[in-house]
């Protein structure tokens, strides 16, 4: 019986070593996680699947998809704005007509200026006027005489002046535009409330900058006529896009 038991032992023990127990192997440390954004605002947390997106070729691919679509959205967008655009319907030609005037039309700078200003007391303005000071309205740009008549070109006088004189604006107003134009020179344009425009060529210097407002008789520029492009100064007054003569719009007298 004793050898029986014996045996018994010496088969247990063989058999643990060929086969351990599982509570003999160390188990893992488990580290819970901390919880997600999603867990803590009551949804189910967002677990990514294994080896999906991470590659360079899937994430090339997924790029490539996303600019095919929306090329393809573009091109529907296009075409059927170019489809309305066609139709002669009367729902679309109201829109077509206002988008048209709304980008040919100059924008009225001068008339919002002068509500503003009607409104509130002061003109609109990024850079307030530095100068409070009373100003009359200026009968010419600068001091001189007219020396080409409206009538000999149809579109502007020509102002001649003996020394350098500042060039004033006749009418209050907004500039916009301050540069070098290729026929007329460094200019100057000014918009005013009436949705007219006075035209200011062949300045030696420009002293306003675009979109300031400027006053009656405000100083836009110098003319000095040793350096400048030309002996004279031109001067235009346009507005509905026609050409208005200077001399009968501010009552100048001419030379003799």
Known sequence: MKKDVRQIRKNIAKRKKEHPLSHSVPDKQVVAPFPQEEEKHGYLPFIPSQGQGTSPSSRRESFAVTLILKGILAGVLFFGVSMIHQLD????????????????????????????????????????????????????????????????????????????SEVVAVEDGTVIFAGKKSDTGKTVIVQHADRSKSIYGYLTDIDVYQYQFIGDNHVIGQFDPVEGEKQDIYFAIQKNNQYLDPVQVMQVDEQP
């Open 89 to 164: 319907a009367d729902w679309v030609e109201r829109p077509k007509q206002w988008t048209t005037q709304a980008f040919s039309e100059e924008f009225p700078f001068a008339s919002v200026n002068a509500w503003y200003q009607n409104k509130f007391g002061s003109p609109l303005a990024m850079v307030p006027n530095q100068e409070e000071t009373e100003e009359l309205p200026a009968v010419l740009p600068v001091n001189g005489t007219v020396s080409q008549s409206f009538q000999s070109n149809g579109e502007a006088i020509r102002i001649a002046a003996n020394e350098k």
